[in-house]
């Protein structure tokens, strides 16, 4: 019995588009399916995986031919996130859209698209897109502050919306921020350095700068937003793990008109003291029964910064498991 599936494209532009530079594409596509792909003519033929395969191999390929005619030049990395997302999919949902195409992040003047590596970002990303209140909770290297900044970039340069504020709490290590050197933008720069690292990985830092001279992009210590009503902007609250439950409400009390909310946060990475809550672990608590707030989760198969984290994170897991019962719920892992 023929097993194969042959898909049949209709120019040497857009199998070369599909297949990738030196069939790269096809090589990752093989990787994830198993079986055997090949590209003959203008066609591409897949054979010797299960049915289930088989069906991913022609979704995958369907997601492919459509970035490529719009535009995209997909990468090998592209097409195992496209892999993977599809593979993740519930029973049921092969048909219902391109989950990939939903959730690309396209940036006026960025460096790049940005696409989701997991069906979990992507939630994530449409999340954002359709609540007004996001929430993303996972370990370190799943992408959270990164599609964040990201997804505000577009709307900010796209002129969806008039600034983007980014704040995290200041838990301070030994001084104060008040005797730190500078003004205040340069005393709570080394807190918001990892927001600067991800906008510097999507746009040019020229742009970056006439953005904060422009004030289109504001930093704001968050114990500063107080009394504020922000209106017409992306607000990225990062490293809320480290809020208090006072700190959190307050936060969640200053988004105004036609604004955007996104916080994201670790709860293995808490730096507050033993005896003080995190607002993060008592926000999700509370308002899980909220309509109109997005929860968010990521985990160890979200990781996407170096496969090595994937390790790692897991060797931490495996150590706090064994040691469980003698460590403080506060306690740094």
Request: net charge negative; proline share 4%; aromatic share 6%.
């Amino acid at each position: 019995m023929d097993d194969s599936i042959t898909i049949v494209l209709d120019s040497r532009d857009l199998l070369s588009g599909v297949c990738g530079a030196n069939d790269g594409n096809l090589k990752a596509l093989e990787g994830h399916l198993g079986g055997r792909i090949a590209a003959r003519g203008n066609e591409i033929r897949f054979q010797g995986g299960d049915e289930a395969a088989s069906m991913r191999f022609r979704l995958v390929m369907d997601s492919l031919v459509a970035a490529v005619r719009e535009g995209e030049l997909p990468s090998p990395e592209y097409v195992r996130a496209l892999a993977g997302i599809r593979e993740g999919g519930r029973d049921g949902e092969e048909s219902a859209g391109d989950p990939m195409k939903e959730a690309l992040v396209h940036i006026p003047h960025g460096f790049r698209t940005v696409f989701p590596r997991s069906r979990n970002q992507a939630d994530y990303i449409k999340g954002m897109r359709s609540h007004d209140i996001s929430f993303c909770v996972g370990p370190a290297g799943t992408g959270k502050t990164y599609l964040a900044i990201a997804e505000a970039l577009s709307l900010v340069l796209s002129k969806a919306m008039r600034k983007l504020v980014l704040t995290r709490p200041v838990v301070e290590a030994g001084e104060s921020l008040g005797f730190l050197p500078g003004d205040l933008a340069q005393k709570i720069n080394p807190y918001l350095r990892p927001l600067y690292d991800a906008m510097e990985a999507l746009v040019p830092y020229e742009m970056i700068r006439r953005m904060e001279e422009d004030r289109v992009i504001e930093i704001a210590p968050l114990a500063y937003m107080r009394g504020r009503s922000l209106n017409d902007c992306m607000i990225i609250l990062d490293e809320a793990q480290n809020t208090t439950k006072e700190q959190m409400k307050m936060f969640l009390t200053r988004i105004g008109e036609r604004a955007r909310a996104v916080i994201t946060g670790d709860v293995t990475q808490i730096d507050l003291p033993r005896r003080v809550d995190s607002g993060l672990i008592h926000a999700l608590a509370i308002l899980k029964g909220v309509e109109g707030i997005h929860f968010a989760y990521l985990h160890t198969a979200d990781v996407v910064r170096h496969p090595l984290i994937k390790k790692i994170i897991q060797a931490y897991d495996a150590a706090s498991e064994q040691g469980r019962g003698g460590e403080g719920s506060n306690e740094k892992n």
